[in-house]
C-alpha cells in the first residue's frame, strides 16, 4: 500500500518542504508495502523518518531525527529557505541506543520569525558521505503581544484498531491541520496506542472494508522496548503526518495509552495478553520510546541531574504559557474514589507544588492547562474503579478532586488570571464551563475546559458529567455508539486563537473536513475563566 504525498499549498512557507517531504517514492519499509521518502545516495545516512520541531520558545527549540544506520546529526537554520548565511548546530551521534534518533537543541533564535531547518545525516566513520538534507520549517515565539498566537491541539491517534488507512489517504486530518498554518500543535495524549492491536483489515457496519497498513510491532500488545519504539514509528509511516510535522512544531504530552490503557504506578496486570505483568516495567521503556521518538525539553539529554520528566511550561510569548501536565506518572491506584483524604490525587504532591509556583510565577496573559484527562467528566475503569478524576458522586470533593479542589481555590484566592483547561481522552468534542453556583464545592472561580479529539481513532458517546465543580456541558459532539471509525464519524480537533491587540481569546471546536462545530471568545484579565 502507499499513500499519496500531499501537495504544498504556501510556497512562502512550505516550499522548503519539497525536497524533502514531495520525495516519498521508493523504499518499502518492513514488507508493509507503505512508501517511504526515497533518497538518490544509496548507502549512505538516510532521514526516511522526516523531522519534527518541539517545545518551541521565542529564542529556542528542538529539532527531531530517525537515521537509518549509525550518524552524526548535523543541523543548519536559516531566516531563508535558500540557507544563505545559515547557522550550523553540531547534534548527537545517533546510534542503536537510542533507536537512531536524536534531538538537538537550537538556542540564540530570533523571536517571532519563520526558521527554516535541514538536518543533515554524516557517516561517522567517514564525514565525506552524507545523505540527503531533509527540510522542515518553524516559527519561535513572539516578542510582542500584538503579534498574537494560534494553536491546534487534539490527541487520541492511531486507536481501537483503526490505522493508517490509504482507501481514505491515512490520517487526513494532519492534512486538514497542516493547512491552517498554526504556530504550533498541542499533542494532548495517547500519542500511539501501544495496547492496541492493529489488524490487516476491519468488517464495518455496514459491509464495508476497512484496510490498514500493518507492521510487526503493531501485531500484539507492546510489551519490549522494541516494541513500544515501533508503535511510535508506526504513526510516522503517514505522509500526512511527516508532511506535519515538518511544517507545524509540537507540544507533546502522554497518557495512558502510551504504555496501557488506564495504568497506574504500581500496577499489576491481570490480562493474558502480557508476559510482563508489572506495568512499573512497561512505563519505564515506554517513556524510554516516548522521550526518543518526540522533542521534549524536559526529556531531551540535559546532562544536569535534574529528573527527566513530562510535565514542564512552554513559553510562547507574552500572550501564552502553556503548562503541560502530567496526570499518569504520579498518580494513586484508580479506585472508588470516595476517600476523603488524598494527598496523591492525579498529579502528586510535588507536581501539584509546582504547577502552583509556576502559575504563580507566570506574566503571561493566558495560561493553558494542557490536561491529558478532563476535570468533571466520568470515565470509569470496570465497574467499581474511576480512570480520571470525577467519580460520579455530585457531592463535596473525594477521592482525586480533593486535589482539584485545592488548585482551583489557589487559583482564586491567588487570583491568578486566564486559566483555560484544553483536554482531549474521551474521543468526541464539547464544551464545558464550572461554575460554583452550581457546584457543590463552591470556592472556585468560574473556567472554561475544552474537549476535542480523537485525531485518528474510534469515536466514543459523551461521558456522563459529575456536579462536585458545577460543570455546564455548553457544547458537545458525539457519536450515539462506540468506536465508530473514521470512516463512520469525523474526527476532531480544536484552534486557539488570541488576538494581539485585545488580547481576546477564542476557541474553536473543528470536525474534520473544514466544519467549525463551536465558537466561544474569552476576555483576558479574569480570575479563572
Known sequence: MSLPVPGSSSPTRRGVLRGSLAAS?????????????????????????????????????????????????????????????????????LGAGTDFTGTTALRGLPSGEQIHYRVTLVDPDDPRRTGEPVSGTFRTAPSRRRDGVRFLWSGDIAGQGWGINPDIGGFRAY????????????????????????????????????????????????????????????????????????????????????????????????????TEKDVDVLAARASRAFGEYFPVSTLHARGDGRERRVHRVVRYGPLLDVFVLDMRSYRNANSPGRQADDTTGILGAEQLAWLKRELTASRAVWKVLAADMPIGLVVPDGAAN?????????????????????????????????????????????????????AAFQDFAPFWEFVSGPLAAGGFPANALDATFGPERVFVRAPERANLSPMESPQYFGEVDIDGHSGELTVRLRAEGGTVLFSKVLQPGRVGQ
Open 25 to 93: 517514492a521508493a523504499l518499502t519499509l518492513g514488507g508493509t508495502g507503505l512508501a517511504a521518502p526515497a533518497f538518490a545516495l544509496s548507502g549512505r545516512p538516510r532521514a526516511e523518518w522526516g523531522v519534527q520541531a518541539g517545545d518551541v520558545t521565542a529564542s529556542s527549540g528542538l529539532v527531531w531525527v530517525r537515521a537509518d544506520r549509525p550518524a552524526r546529526m548535523l543541523v543548519e537554520t536559516s531566516a531563508t529557505e535558500s540557507f544563505r548565511h545559515a547557522r550550523h548546530h553540531l547534534g548527537p551521534l
Open 175 to 274: 492534512e486538514e491541520m497542516r493547512r491552517l498554518d498554526p504556530d504550533f500543535f498541542l499533542c494532548s495524549g495517547d500519542t500511539i496506542y501501544a495496547d492496541g492491536v492493529i489488524q490487516p483489515s476491519v468488517t464495518l457496519p455496514d459491509g464495508r472494508i476497512w484496510r490498514n497498513v500493518t507492521t510487526p510491532e503493531k501485531a500484539k500488545v507492546a510489551e519490549t522496548l522494541d516494541e513500544y519504539r515501533g508503535n511510535f514509528r508506526y504513526n510516522l509511516l503517514d505522509h500526512n503526518v511527516r508532511a506535519f510535522n515538518a511544517q507545524v512544531p509540537s507540544v507533546v504530552q502522554w497518557d495512558d495509552h502510551e504504555v496501557r490503557n488506564n495504568w497506574y504506578p504500581g500496577q499489576i496486570l491481570d490480562d493474558p495478553r502480557y
Open 386 to 438: 474511576f480512570e480520571a478524576i470525577a467519580q460520579g458522586d455530585p457531592g463535596a470533593p473525594l477521592g482525586r478532586e480533593l486535589q482539584i479542589s485545592e488548585l482551583l481555590r489557589f487559583v482564586k484566592h491567588r487570583r491568578i488570571t486566564g486559566t483555560v483547561w484544553l483536554t482531549a481522552d474521551v474521543h468526541y468534542t464539547s464544551a464545558q464551563h464550572y461554575a460554583p453556583e452550581r
